[in-house]
């Protein structure tokens, strides 16, 4: 029997990779040749898709009958915005595929080629009206990597390692343990690390460790915003999604209705942000980078178990500018 939680995790990693496929499928039945795009999958990887595919019809039959009918009115909107010849080479990039024709193929999911042209694609499939993530930025690299600022990320650095082991200590006293250094016999004594599962009188802690990176993280970022605005946004790109200028994102929505996967809309979106008025939001346990008619979300979260201070930063963003 598989946990709620775990089952949903599953569902939403194999969506993704299945959705992929299904796209890239149906691009090349239209436009080029289903043989030479099966050749850019590994033997492992059609076993791996085969596995997944019967996991969704046993648990989540309804989302693997509408995942086709999602990825052809995906293709539909493809065909429209760049009329694909026939000849179209697709290749399957992503967590699922090894096409290696690009050096640096960012967050492509489906490499096309015609005419002498390359596309970059991003698929992402996610619930209406939610935050489609972009990235996973490890807490202890942050600043250093998407910025630049290495002074920045030690102190950062310093900080969170504090207030994670105020954390670590004020756990060990609610639980009535000796504390040792970190959370090295947390779970010999059969206690909860993973933060989804953590009974009411241990929540607070993290919550409130939650917050206090958050401050930080926060005027730090409003630091770098006020010293120099245009450098501040141009290093945006890479956190909405776009570590290349060339990468185009699909972005297909649906929603769930009494058990019904039902589609919604479905997008298209370049590397373009509003500079003009930059604001930065803090909320309790998430940061919002309010550019123009998008918001980048920044929230904590641990790697898996809150007992590693190995924590990440996930990125997530609403509302992007459509291509016309």
Known sequence: MVAADRLESL????????????????????????????????????????????????????LLQALPKLAQDAVEILDTTYNFPQGTTISVVGKIGQSKAIADLAETDLLVEYQQKKLLLSIKLAKHGSFVNTKSAGMRSFFTKYFNEQDLQDNFNEFCDEAYERFAIAMHLEAGLEYTGGFKTWEEHNLESLPGKLAEPFKPYLLDYYREVNEVLHQNLLRLLEADKTDFMAKLYPLLGFSRSDVVKLVCHYAIKEDSFIPKDIKLYRAEIDTKEPRLIKKSNNIEVVLGDKTLQLRLKPMNKFTSKAFKINCSVKDVNPLS
């Open 11 to 62: 569902l939403n990693e194999y969506k993704g990779n299945f959705f992929e496929y299904l796209v890239g499928l149906q691009l090349v039945r239209a436009h080029g040749s289903e043989l030479e795009f099966l050749h850019t999958l590994s033997a492992e990887m059609i076993s791996m898709l085969e596995q997944q595919e019967e996991f969704m019809r046993r648990f989540a039959p309804q």
